[in-house]
């Protein structure tokens, strides 16, 4: 369990409060890059509580700026994407992608009024797809961390975002949790999966390491990104399954997959203190990745805010008779099962009433480690630097091998991710 105290310090994101201010050190996902149009329609993007529009200009730059004019506060999602600029249509302030005054046509012509006038406006990056965007102060901005799924052709990569509604925090527990899988994601029968699907849209076949037998022999390894979560479970007869999970401070995450299957990364972004946006990066290593399978075993089927049209209004669509004969949940859609179980917990968790088992493990020492750079963070001491890390190299890659092996000599940490001995 968790204090009261800290429970709100590591779920409050807020502008100006310590985890928000934290967050903003650090490159976000915001949208993909076919969401916005040269001169189409403004997108209205919610992040760390921060009403926000994205654009893109007559020559394709891209634009992420504070939602109200600074006139009079008219939402400029409403406005006119035209001439290399967006346009208030309340009294035609026009900005660029920079948040520079272009036009003031209420003022007179001689005026030097716009001079003065700025709207706020981030930087932007655009990368396979998705532009990325950085809110906090200019001079700690660092470089775009690179992934390993960034060097990959977009033939390989599927990329989806959904709004969760829930904070972060539990959704990124959620996904360091090896242990709910063996439930929550249990196919009841065999499963038909190719070409490098984890699973169907019912679930995780019951012959998979993650299903078998619950994993819950685990440990914790710290690392220069964050934390390696390993667990070794049933693989078959002669072998045991070694799996892990990557932690990449501070919202990032890489969850199981072994060889042959198509990898998963996640970003768990902030949209406000009661809800998330989820994103997911699947890729495959080698070949085109089955974009229609995955999506479809996933699940997820939204409306035009990227809402979930199966949700708690309607219980997710669980169907009691599917229990008895197609999966443990009664849902379908593996993402689905991790949205109705991280959604009824309510939009942020009371950890102060939680009673963790052994099985806990990795969500507890995800845990300590937000609050311990988040209480740096405050004494002004230095935050991760993911752009000092090689990252390019690192994803999930789960192993068979014998039972007589520890963990460390199947799966060992790389020397590029090890802890060094001054900074433990």
Known sequence: MLKVEDNILITRIGKG????????????????????????????????????????????????????????????????????????????????VHGNCMELPSEPKMSNFKNSIHLTAYPVQEQNGIVWGYLGPKEHQPPLPNFYWMGLPDNQLLVER????????????????FVHAAFLHKALDTQDVKGGLLSTDLGIDPAHPLVRNPPVKQSVEPTNYGR????????????????????????????PRFGGEDG?????????????????????????????????????????????????????????????????????GIANQDHAVTETMGPIVDRSLEHLGTSDMPIIQMRRMLLEQVRRFQDGKSLPRLQDIPLETLYSNGKYDSREKEWNEVIPLADAFAVLAKNS
Not at 44 to 67: P, W
Not at 76 to 96: P, S
Request: hydrophobic residues 35%; glycine residues 8%.
């Open 264 to 332: 998963m990364w996640h970003a768990f972004i902030p949209r406000d203190d009661y809800s998330t946006w989820s994103w997911d990066v699947q890729f495959s290593h080698a070949k085109p990745i089955d974009a229609r399978g995955q999506h479809e075993r996933r699940g997820l089927i939204l409306d035009e805010q990227l809402k979930k049209l199966r949700n708690l209004s309607n219980d997710y669509e669980q169907d009691r008779e599917l229990m008895k004969a197609g999966n443990f949940s009664g849902i379908r």
């Open 162 to 177: 959904v709004w969760q509604e829930c904070n972060y925090l539990q959704v990124m527990e959620n996904d360091l949790d």
């Open 228 to 255: 390696r979560c390993i667990a070794v479970g049933e693989g078959d007869e002669t072998s045991y399954a070694f799996m892990e999970i990557h932690y990449i401070f501070p919202f990032y995450t890489f969850p």
């Open 17 to 96: 409060t310590p985890m928000g201010d934290m967050f903003r050190r650090y490159w976000l996902p915001v949208l993909k890059s076919d969401e916005i149009l040269p001169d189409g329609k403004p997108v209205r993007v919610k992040l760390l509580g921060e009403n926000l529009v994205a654009f893109r200009d007559s020559e394709g730059k891209v634009g992420l700026v504070d939602e109200k004019c600074p006139h009079r506060g008219t939402s400029l999602a409403v406005g006119i994407n035209a001439g290399c600029g967006l346009t208030c249509i309340y009294h035609g302030w026009k900005f660029d």
